[in-house]
């Protein structure tokens, strides 16, 4: 690395010098990112391995994916096996979507809600145009070419045999944003 900086030194090409620091700094930050993802995996060893699966998926798509984990991943009040096909199937909307957009970007956060001991799961992701929100549920809707609409439907149902838990979905400004509410003690 050190090489490489003198040689763009040496030639005085200082933006091709920035470019490189650029690129240096956004590999390590990412690699940080999983990193600390990874160390999470003890609370919720299935959902984080989803979680590594899916960012590696968006970086092929070239899809920017930021994971924030605010909270403790464990005490979740769904099944493993629940919580994972439901995430899966946002997530994979989510990157799709995004990879279609011109702002390639998916954001997946995990919060506690202090007053109400509930945990939520918020998706966004950029998108090239709003969704008809009115629709989303219903079965055979989707906006994807050679889709069958089956995945939020699945995902609400799912979700709907928890008590005190739901599904949400928003357009906010070119944001599709998705949150699933999940009570942690009722």
């Known amino acids: 690395i050190l090489h490489t900086y003198n040689g763009y030194f040496e030639l005085g090409d200082l933006e091709a010098c920035k470019r490189y620091h650029k690129s240096l700094v956004e590999i390590t930050t990412r690699a940080g990112d999983l990193l600390d993802l990874s160390r999470r995996a003890v609370e919720h060893p ?14 092929r798509l070239k899809v920017s994916m930021v994971v924030s984990l605010e909270c403790p991943l464990s005490g979740l009040p769904v099944e493993d096996v629940d919580i994972c096909r439901v995430v899966a199937c946002v997530l994979d909307n989510a ?6 957009a011109e702002q390639k970007r998916v ?28 629709e989303v549920f219903a079965l055979g809707f989707t906006s994807k070419k050679g889709h069958q609409g089956v995945g939020l439907i699945n995902a609400k149902k799912l979700i709907d045999r ?14 599709v944003v ?8 009722k």
Request: proline share 3%.
């Open 46 to 59: 299935a959902l984080v391995s989803l979680l590594l699966n899916k960012h590696e998926r968006a970086e």
């Open 95 to 100: 990157i799709e979507a995004a990879a279609e």
């Open 107 to 134: 954001t997946f956060t995990i919060s506690h809600e202090k007053e109400m001991q509930n945990k939520i799961i918020t998706v966004s992701n950029n998108s090239s145009k709003p969704i008809e929100l009115s």
């Open 162 to 175: 928890y008590p005190h838990c739901g599904l949400e979905i928003c357009n906010s400004n070119n944001d």
């Open 178 to 185: 998705v949150s699933l509410y999940l009570a942690c003690s």
